[in-house]
């Protein structure tokens, strides 16, 4: 499936696991969605940035998942799964809501980025 520029994963696209991950477009996509603005972006381009934010998160999240070593923590586990429970209910159908919950899903990006790049043990 493809959002714009930006290659969308199924949650089960076992591909999602060994994907490239594109560190620039994905924070330009989080620095987009934060941005501060006035108003509330129009209904388009908010599913627009949703399609971008689940296609970073879903490889993220598979990313997270994926990598070798000892068990992850319990409230990494829960943050995993509360993500994939948000990007299945998709946005709030009222504006005000639906750009916060693009907003809190772009902190979460930005997070899972860190840890999807994070190496245990090189001090990285």
Do not use: N
Not at 32 to 53: C, H, K, N
Not at 104 to 120: K, M, S, V, Y
């Amino acid at each position: 499936m493809q959002a714009g520029a930006f290659l969308v994963y199924e949650a089960d696209d076992g591909a999602a696991a060994t994907a490239p991950l594109d560190t620039t477009v994905i924070s330009e996509s989080v620095s987009t969605v934060l941005e501060p603005r006035d108003i509330e972006p129009r209904a388009a381009v908010r599913q627009l940035w949703f399609s971008w934010l689940a296609g970073h998160l879903h490889l993220l999240v598979s990313q997270i998942e994926a990598r070798p070593g000892g068990p992850r923590e319990e409230g990494l586990d829960l943050m995993l799964q509360s993500t994939r429970t948000d990007l299945d209910a998709g946005l709030p159908e009222q504006a005000a809501a639906a750009y916060v919950k693009l907003q809190e899903l772009a902190r979460i990006c930005r997070f899972f980025l860190g840890l999807a790049l994070d190496q245990p043990g090189t001090g990285r």
